[in-house]
């Protein structure tokens, strides 16, 4: 009798960004995934506020994320991240217990997925459902993913770069890379320290690629003041940073993130590469918003790329589609009670 009361809530768990998706409501929540933890263990911050501490916490405090490369790294911490986000999504004044999907990305195995399962029923869900990124993000960029026709879906986040060929509501072929937008503000990180001698932290190598990084090399370039600490001297400096030094020092990782697609192509059979070839790759992810990005795979590929509409919140979209219609996705989604 209760089974309408139950809410539900679709979230997007990155490892850099949640996103906590209510039918009916839309995006209630996106904050980063970042807990600050202190030395008894005790949570003191989630989300947006504990991201204004990393790199800037005394000793008796640790702000990190616990989630890596798209999987739970610290099983508490996910927990008590997962519960402060089901909160925030549902109000304090809710009594009864939701229903929750959770994305995974596609290279999970069983253990990693039973542990998100797990860490979401304690946080306080009655059911929990996990569904592969790729499936969520067609799903939430509007593909008809029924039909016996290929679609490509290149879902790049901060910890992992999901490649998957999609057809008859399942994966035909896919490959998760480790590589995406994290690795990238590694490689900006290493380049300003290798080439201008000043150690940035990870804020200002993220703040580098969104506002000035682009795939492929800019004939007009943007540039950025990029602060730090001078590795000979040890005092504050900033440097002019421009768009063409962004684009070498990231282009072995993109490198990599298309070798991905390259490698899901060889494994298509060939009625759907020639679908695909129609319909052509979309893409969606925070990451995929890489200036010239779909130009690069383009190019690289021959394939023509497409940035999904709101790219950053297909996979959250499509948790809470999924979760509307749950009987017509059933096939498609593992893990319950």
């Known amino acids: 009798m209760f089974e ?4 539900k809530v679709g979230i997007d768990l990155g490892t850099t960004n949640v996103l906590v998706y209510i039918p009916g409501k839309g995006i209630v929540a996106n904050e980063p995934s970042v807990v600050a933890v202190s030395d008894s263990n005790q949570i003191l911050a989630v989300g947006s506020e504990a991201k204004q501490m990393i790199g800037r916490t005394p000793e008796n405090i640790r702000a990190y994320k616990p989630m890596k490369d798209g ?6 911490v996910t927990e008590a991240m997962l519960r402060y986000f089901l909160k925030k999504g549902l109000g304090p004044w809710n009594i009864f217990k939701p229903d929750v999907m959770v994305s995974v990305p ?10 998100v399962v797990e860490a979401t029923l304690k946080a306080g869900a009655k059911n929990a459902y996990v569904v592969k990124e790729p499936i969520l993000a067609a799903i939430g960029a509007g593909l008809p993913i029924y039909e016996p026709q290929g679609h490509m879906i290149v879902d790049i986040g901060g910890g992992t770069t999901d490649v998957a060929v999609i057809s008859i509501g399942g994966i035909v072929a896919s490959n998760s ?4 937008g994290n690795k990238i503000d590694g490689a900006l ?22 506002h000035i990084g682009s795939a492929l090399p800019l004939e007009e370039e943007l540039r950025l003041m990029v602060k ?7 005092l504050p400096r ?11 020092a990231i282009s072995r990782e993109l490198r990599e993130m298309i070798k991905a697609i390259k490698d899901v192509f060889q494994n298509t059979p060939p009625e759907l590469a020639a679908d695909i070839i ?9 990451t995929s918003q890489l200036r010239n990005f779909p130009e690069l795979i383009k190019r690289r590929t021959g394939v023509k790329a497409v940035l999904a509409d709101q790219a950053l919140f297909c996979v959250a979209k499509g948790t809470g589609i999924a979760l509307e219609h749950l009987d017509t996705y059933k096939r498609t989604i593992t893990a319950k009670r």
């Open 238 to 248: 900033s440097t002019e940073i421009k768009t063409n030094e962004v684009v070498r």
């Open 106 to 115: 596609a290279g999970v195995t069983s253990t990693e997925k039973r542990a």
């Open 4 to 7: 309408r009361f139950t809410p």
């Open 278 to 286: 129609d319909h052509g790759i979309i893409m969606t992810g925070g």
């Open 177 to 180: 890379v480790k590589c995406a």
């Open 228 to 234: 730090g600490r001078d590795l000979v001297t040890g």
């Open 71 to 76: 999987v739970i790294a610290d099983y508490r």
């Open 189 to 210: 990180m290493d380049y300003v320290k290798k080439n201008h001698n000043i150690a940035i932290g990870e804020k200002a190598a993220e703040d580098m690629k969104i």
